[in-house]
């Protein structure tokens, strides 16, 4: 098939570890729904006053789109908060250390996709350099 339409409807959300007194986040896999052959997208949900774990990625790159909310994310080592509104984009290149967070009221949800690699190029930082800690 030449092109793929995918509805909200058709979503299915997974919400990720968190430590009980955290709250979560909600991911929605696009890629395998899509067909991607040489990316990777993913909608994310995060709850007020979630947030993901700092980490950089060695070889790829990735690129938010938010579509709802604003998504604070601290970037660079020492991290330097962006908050990224409705219809804003971020690209993060490939060693840059990252954390999304979000700080307000409503939950953000926000597109990544990043290049689609054979093997794991994630990397968690230590918890020391987490700013929202």
């Known amino acids: 098939m030449a092109f793929r339409v995918i509805r909200p409807d058709e979503l299915e959300w997974t919400t990720r570890d ?3 007194e955290e709250a979560p986040r909600h991911v929605a896999g696009l890629s395998e729904l899509a067909g991607f052959a040489h990316t990777r997208a993913n909608v994310w949900r995060y709850e007020p006053g979630a947030k993901g774990r700092r980490h950089k990625h060695v070889l790829q790159e990735e690129t938010f789109v ?12 020492p991290p330097e908060r962006q908050d990224v509104p ?5 690209h993060v290149e490939p060693g840059t250390p990252l954390q999304t967070a979000n700080h307000g009221r409503r939950d953000p949800r926000l597109r990544g996709v990043a290049a689609k690699l054979r093997a794991s190029a994630w990397h968690a930082l230590p918890r020391g350099g987490d700013p929202l800690r």
Request: aromatic content about 4%; proline content about 5%.
């Open 86 to 90: 409705t219809g804003g984009l971020i």
């Open 18 to 20: 968190h430590e009980p």
């Open 66 to 77: 938010v579509l709802a909310g604003t998504l604070s994310m601290y970037l660079g080592d």
